[in-house]
C-alpha cells in the first residue's frame, strides 16, 4: 500500500481562524479522500478530491468551510475555515489501494485539531 | 440513507478465545466489505476486505460475507491483548463509487 504522510500532526487553534492540512502520498493516486473523525465518533467522509477537477462534498459539507486542493497526483490540502470549537476533531486523507479495484482505502495518520 | 451497523459494544473475550464482530448494511449495490482496526490515538488500519459470498482467511483474521442476509463478520481466533482495539466496518462500491460507508465500530477488549 502507499506509504501517507500528514500535516500538521496535531494543532491547537483559537476560533475564527483557519488551518491548512496538507496529505501527502509516496505515488500517484487517481482519488483521495478526506475524513472527519469526531470523539469517539466513526469516520464521516468530507469530500473526495480527484487530481484536476473540483472535490465532490458529501452532505453537510461545503467548500466554504473546507476548501479542498489537489494540484497533483500525489497531494492534497483541507483547510478548515473559520473554525469553531465543534471543528475539533481528527482530519484524515485516505487514498484507494492500487489494483484490485476492490475500493479499499488506506488513510495516512490523521491531524488532531483542537479548537479553543 | 446508506448505513451500516454495528453493535459498539464494548466485546470483552478472554485470551485466546475467538472473537466475533458482526456489521450489517443497508446498502444492496454495495460490492466490497472492509474490516479496519483502530487503536486508540491512531488512524484506522485496513486488515481485511472481502467481496465474494463465503469466508475469506488471513492468519487468525476470517471475514465472512452473505449477500443475501447483508451481513458481514470478522472473527479473530486465538485473540490476544493486542487485539485489544475498535474494529469498523465499511461498505464501498455499487451506487457510491469509490466512497466508503463507516459503521460506527466495535470496542473490542481481549483480557489475559
Known amino acids: 500500500s502507499a506509504v501517507i504522510s500528514q500535516k500538521p500532526s496535531r494543532d491547537i487553534c483559537q476560533r475564527g481562524t483557519s488551518l491548512t492540512i496538507q496529505c501527502q502520498v509516496d505515488?500517484?493516486?487517481?482519488?483521495m479522500f478526506w475524513y472527519r473523525q469526531q470523539p469517539g465518533q466513526s469516520l464521516t467522509l468530507i469530500a473526495t478530491a480527484n487530481q484536476g477537477s473540483e472535490a465532490t462534498y458529501e452532505s453537510g459539507f461545503v467548500i466554504d468551510k473546507f476548501p479542498i486542493s489537489r494540484p497533483n497526483l500525489t497531494f492534497s490540502t483541507l483547510t478548515v475555515s473559520n473554525m469553531s470549537p465543534e471543528d475539533s476533531s481528527i482530519y484524515l486523507c485516505s487514498v484507494e489501494g492500487p489494483g484490485s479495484g476492490q475500493y479499499e482505502q488506506y488513510f495516512g495518520p490523521g491531524t488532531r485539531l483542537t479548537v479553543t | 440513507q446508506k448505513e451500516v451497523e454495528q453493535n459498539s459494544g464494548p466485546l470483552s473475550v478472554p485470551e485466546g478465545a475467538i472473537a466475533s464482530l458482526n456489521c450489517t448494511y443497508s446498502d444492496r449495490g454495495s460490492q466490497s466489505f472492509f474490516w479496519y482496526r483502530q487503536y486508540s490515538g491512531k488512524s484506522p488500519e485496513l486488515i481485511m476486505f472481502i467481496y465474494s459470498n463465503g469466508d475469506k482467511e488471513d492468519g487468525r483474521f476470517t471475514a465472512q460475507l452473505n449477500k443475501a442476509s447483508q451481513y458481514v463478520s470478522l472473527l479473530i481466533r486465538d485473540s490476544q491483548p493486542s487485539d485489544s482495539a475498535t474494529y469498523l466496518c465499511a461498505a464501498g462500491g455499487g451506487t457510491s463509487y469509490g466512497k466508503l460507508t463507516f459503521g460506527q465500530g466495535t470496542i473490542l477488549t481481549v483480557h489475559p
Open positions: 505515488s500517484q493516486v487517481t482519488m
